[in-house]
């Protein structure tokens, strides 16, 4: 089992960055495959960007791709998510989520982090 808490979250203008981290706790983070989940006020949540486990595969959402950056430190049981050139449509709270298969579900989610981008 992996408990998950994001952070970086926070005001910023059109055209800045943000960098949000994952932290886990549990012995098993290298196990687990992590996705980014955003979800804006009456909207949807959806899947932001993926990482495997060995954090030698990434996928993108076509929205963010080119501008956003996943990558992951197993040493230091973190996940990040580099968000540059953030627009304001970009604004969400974001949530990391961890699942063991690759095409599983995701078992366990973090409280998420705001992100808010002013225009």
């Known amino acids: 089992q992996v408990q998950l808490v994001e952070s970086g979250g926070g005001l910023v203008q059109v055209g800045g960055s943000l960098r949000l981290s994952c932290a886990a706790s549990?012995?098993?983070?290298?196990?687990?495959?992590i996705g980014w989940f955003r979800q804006a006020p009456g909207k949807e949540r959806e899947i932001v960007a993926t990482?495997?486990?060995?954090?030698?595969?990434?996928a993108y959402a076509a929205s963010v791709k080119g501008r956003f950056t996943i990558s992951r430190d197993n040493a230091k049981n973190t996940v990040y998510l580099q968000m540059n050139s953030l627009k304001p449509e970009d604004t969400a709270v974001y949530v990391c989520?961890?699942?063991?298969?690759?095409?599983?579900?995701?078992?366990?989610w973090g409280q998420g982090t705001q992100v808010t981008v002013s225009s």
């Open positions: 549990g012995r098993t983070f290298t196990t687990y495959h």
């Open positions: 989520a961890g699942r063991t298969s690759v095409f599983g579900v995701y078992n366990y």
């Open positions: 990482i495997r486990s060995s954090g030698d595969g990434t």
